[in-house]
């Protein structure tokens, strides 16, 4: 085969990537949030996912970013593409757990970190009336220094990967095993060849990509021979505490509830088990508060969120 000059150029892209993965030592939650906060849009952006973005070409643009998600560790990437979540918005905050529970880690009553989040919606929608499914990544820095460096703990929770007709972000239930039944849309069978390609993508990438587990988390900060120990569901629900604010854009929901309140918090839940009806037996532990939000270039297109491969 002929080595052409774009060959060395996805070569030197590969071998970069994992340089850099394997050269991960962390980082420290100030230099990301700057990061982050860096080239604030003026408008929000309405970005469309469709089935032609996610491929370039031959170039299965949905596969490798799968692959990228559970290979590559660093919290920054040069500028990207996210192809699923496209239209975001980051906050910063704390993750803080109050309840005794079982489990090791982060999860431990008392732990207190610094956090920084995405919300998102999968897909195109961000507005109220039209089909959208809820997500928020998570960060975790084992630390309340700002400055201090360190590697990070990743999660993933939505509420419905199909999507819902729910009005507020912070009233979803947002889970490490998400729904996967749409309620009934039009665009239903314009979204099926993408669906088709994502979870193709998601297979290769990872065994029961259906299910994000969360041993990340409770392997962070664990204690020299302690065992880890990690439920096998956890969930954010916006706190009751907090009255919803109506807004159509869920990223202008999001920073008005912080604008009206001074936070948005959501309820941390963790379950292990099922009862006899397949519902999940869930405790609340904590909550994650959130005071900071921007929307913006360095949200959309720097933050990354690394994800362990599946454990059976």
């Known amino acids: 085969m002929k080595i052409t000059y774009k060959h060395l150029i996805l070569l030197f892209f590969f071998s970069t990537n994992l340089t850099q993965a394997a050269n991960?030592?962390?980082?420290?939650?100030?230099?990301?949030?700057?990061?982050?906060?860096?080239?604030?849009?003026?408008?929000?952006?309405?970005?469309?996912?469709?089935?032609?973005?996610?491929?370039?070409?031959?170039?299965?643009?949905?596969?490798?970013?799968?692959?990228?998600?559970?290979?590559?560790?660093?919290?920054?990437?040069?500028?990207?593409?996210?192809?699923?979540?496209?239209?975001?918005?980051?906050?910063?905050?704390?993750?803080?757990?109050?309840?005794?529970n079982p489990y090791s880690g982060h999860f431990k009553k008392g732990t207190k970190a610094l956090m920084i989040g995405r919300a998102s919606t999968t897909l195109s929608n961000t507005k109220q009336g039209d089909l959208r499914g809820f997500g928020l990544a998570g960060k975790i820095y084992p630390t309340l220094d700002t400055e201090e460096n360190h590697e990070t703990a990743n999660f993933f929770l939505i509420d419905n990967l199909g999507g819902t007709y729910e009005d507020n972000f912070t009233r979803a239930d947002l889970s490490n095993e998400p729904g996967i039944l749409p309620s009934f849309s039009f665009s239903l069978p314009f979204l099926a060849p993408v669906a088709a390609a994502v979870s193709r993508a998601f297979a290769k990438a990872d065994k029961n990509p259906g299910i994000r587990q969360v041993y990340s988390i409770s392997n962070l900060g664990l204690l020299e021979n302690e065992k880890a120990k990690t439920p096998k569901y956890m969930k954010f629900v916006g706190s009751s505490e907090e009255f919803s604010v109506s807004e159509m854009d869920f990223r202008d929901e999001l920073a008005q509830h912080i604008s009206t309140h001074g936070k948005v918090t959501f309820d941390i839940f963790v379950a292990n088990t099922k009862d006899y009806s397949g519902e999940k037996e869930w405790n609340k532990i904590g909550k994650a508060r959130f005071d900071k939000i921007i929307a913006s270039k360095g949200c959309d297109h720097r933050l990354h969120f690394h994800h362990h491969k599946f454990k059976p």
């Not at 700057?34 to 032609?52: C, G, H, R």
């Not at 699923?84 to 803080?96: D, E, V």
């Open 24 to 100: 991960y030592k962390g980082s420290s939650f100030s230099e990301v949030w700057n990061i982050v906060s860096s080239d604030p849009y003026n408008f929000l952006p309405e970005k469309e996912v469709t089935f032609s973005s996610l491929y370039s070409g031959f170039t299965n643009l949905i596969e490798k970013s799968a692959k990228r998600t559970v290979s590559n560790k660093n919290d920054i990437l040069p500028h990207f593409n996210k192809l699923l979540h496209k239209n975001g918005t980051c906050m910063s905050g704390q993750w803080i757990i109050t309840k005794e």
